[in-house]
T-cell receptor
Framework: GAVVSQHPSWVICKSGTSVKIECRSLDFQATTMFWYRQFPKQSLMLMATSNEGSKATYEQGVEKDKFLINHASLTLSTLTVTSAHPEDSSFYIC????????????FGPGTRLTVT | QKEVEQDPGPLSVPEGAIVSLNCTYSNSAFQYFMWYRQYSRKGPELLMYTYSSGNKEDGRFTAQVDKSSKYISLFIRDSQPSDSATYLCAMRGNTGGFKTIFGAGTRLFVKA
C-alpha cells in the first residue's frame, strides 16, 4: 500500500515551453501533497504545499506564477512549470500525506526535467 | 544553525558491518522522527518512523530517538551492498500544520 506515482518519469522540453507533472496517490487519499525539488547530491527543497480544494502555499523564493500547482482531488496534484528555462532543469518529487495516518508522508519516484 | 543537522558523508563500510547514521536537531517541538532511503534518481522511501523517544526495530534496521539530547540514529545490521543509498532523516511536530524537516542525507556505500 501507500503508493505514489508520478508522470512522466522524465521529460525534455525546449526553453519557453510549459511542462505538466502529475502526482497521484494510488491507494490512499491525500489531503495534503508536497512538491520538492532536488539538485544532484543535495537534499530535498520544499517548493510548495497543496491542500485539496485550496490554493497552494509556496515556500519563500518560489515563484507561484512559474510553478503552478493544482490539487484537484484527494488523489491528484499537478505541477506545471511555465515558460521553462534551462535553470529549471532538476529532479522534481511529489509527496503525499495519508489522510488517515497524517504522520506518514510517501514520495513519488520523481520526474527528471531537462530544459534545452 | 540548521534545524536538522546530518553529516552528508560519504560513509563507506564493508559488507556485513554495522552502520550507524545520525542526526541532531534543535527544535524541541519535534515529535515524529522518520528515516527515508533514497536510491540514485529515485524518490525517497519511508524506512522507519518513531514517535517521541525510544527504539524501534524492523528487521536489520533499528531507529533510536533520544529527545533529551535531540539526537536520532538509524542502525543497519549485517549491511549489504543493496543498502548503498542516501539516507535522510526527517522530523516534524505534533500538529497538522507542522512541516516535515529533512536532513541533508548521508550517502552510504557498502562494499562487497
Amino acid at each position: 500500500g501507500a503508493v505514489v506515482s508520478q508522470h512522466p518519469s522524465w521529460v525534455i522540453c525546449k526553453s519557453g515551453t510549459s511542462v505538466k507533472i502529475e502526482c497521484r496517490s494510488l491507494d490512499f487519499q491525500a489531503t495534503t501533497m508536497f512538491w520538492y525539488r532536488q539538485f544532484p547530491k543535495q537534499s530535498l527543497m520544499l517548493m510548495a504545499t497543496s491542500n485539496e480544494g485550496s490554493k497552494a502555499t509556496y515556500e519563500q523564493g518560489v515563484e507561484k506564477d512559474k510553478f503552478l500547482i493544482n490539487h484537484a482531488s484527494l488523489t491528484l496534484s499537478t505541477l506545471t512549470v511555465t515558460s521553462a528555462h534551462p535553470e529549471d532543469s532538476s529532479f522534481y518529487i511529489c509527496s503525499a500525506r495519508d489522510r488517515d495516518t497524517s504522520l506518514k508522508q510517501y514520495f513519488g519516484p520523481g520526474t527528471r526535467l531537462t530544459v534545452t | 544553525q540548521k534545524e536538522v543537522e546530518q553529516d552528508p558523508g560519504p560513509l563507506s563500510v564493508p559488507e556485513g558491518a554495522i552502520v550507524s547514521l545520525n542526526c541532531t536537531y534543535s527544535n524541541s517541538a519535534f515529535q515524529y522522527f522518520m528515516w527515508y532511503r533514497q536510491y540514485s534518481r529515485k524518490g525517497p522511501e519511508l524506512l522507519m518512523y518513531t514517535y517521541s523517544s525510544g527504539n524501534k526495530e524492523d528487521g536489520r534496521f533499528t531507529a533510536q530517538v533520544d529527545k533529551s539530547s535531540k539526537y536520532i540514529s538509524l542502525f543497519i545490521r549485517d549491511s549489504q551492498p543493496s543498502d548503498s543509498a542516501t539516507y535522510l532523516c526527517a522530523m516534524r511536530g505534533n500538529t497538522g500544520g507542522f512541516k516535515t524537516i529533512f536532513g541533508a542525507g548521508t550517502r552510504l556505500f557498502v562494499k562487497a
